[in-house]
C-alpha cells in the first residue's frame, strides 16, 4: 500500500510565504514523477507544478517566478516553496504521484489528503 503525507499548509498574510511537504511511503519500487495541484472552492483542481525523477520541473504559467517546486529521491518526498502569496492562491493543495508499486507491473497516480492553505488579505 502507498501513502502520500502532506504537511506546511496554513494561514498566511498576503506577500507571505509558505513550504509544503509531502512524503510518499510504503511499497514503492519507483516514482516517476510529483507534483502539486490545487482546489479553490467552486473551482476545478488546477495543476501547479510537477518534477520527474530526473528533476524536469512544469509549471502553471500564471504562478511561474512565485513557487518554486523540488524532489528528494532519496526521501520520496516532494516540495513547494511559495513566496508573495496572494488571496488567489486560497485552496487546498494536494500533492500527486506517479508511482509503480513493488511486485506491480504498472505505474499508478496516488494522491494525497490535501493541506490547506488560506492567504488573508
Known amino acids: 500500500q502507498v501513502r502520500l503525507v502532506e504537511s506546511g499548509g496554513g494561514l498566511v498574510q498576503a506577500g507571505g510565504s509558505l513550504r509544503l511537504s509531502c512524503a510518499a511511503s510504503g511499497s514503492i519500487f519507483s516514482i516517476t514523477a510529483m507534483g502539486w495541484y490545487r482546489q479553490a472552492p467552486g473551482k476545478q483542481r488546477e495543476l501547479v507544478a510537477t518534477i520527474t525523477s530526473g528533476g524536469r520541473t512544469d509549471y502553471s504559467d500564471s504562478l511561474k517566478g512565485r513557487f518554486t517546486i523540488t524532489l528528494d529521491n532519496a526521501k520520496n518526498a516532494v516540495y513547494l516553496q511559495m513566496n508573495s502569496l496572494k488571496p488567489e492562491d486560497t485552496a487546498a493543495y494536494y500533492c500527486?504521484?506517479?508511482?509503480?508499486?513493488?511486485?506491480?507491473?504498472?505505474?499508478?497516480?496516488?494522491w494525497g489528503q490535501g493541506t490547506q492553505v488560506t492567504v488573508s488579505s
Open positions: 500527486n504521484a506517479n508511482i509503480r508499486p513493488l511486485g506491480g507491473s504498472s505505474w499508478v497516480d496516488y
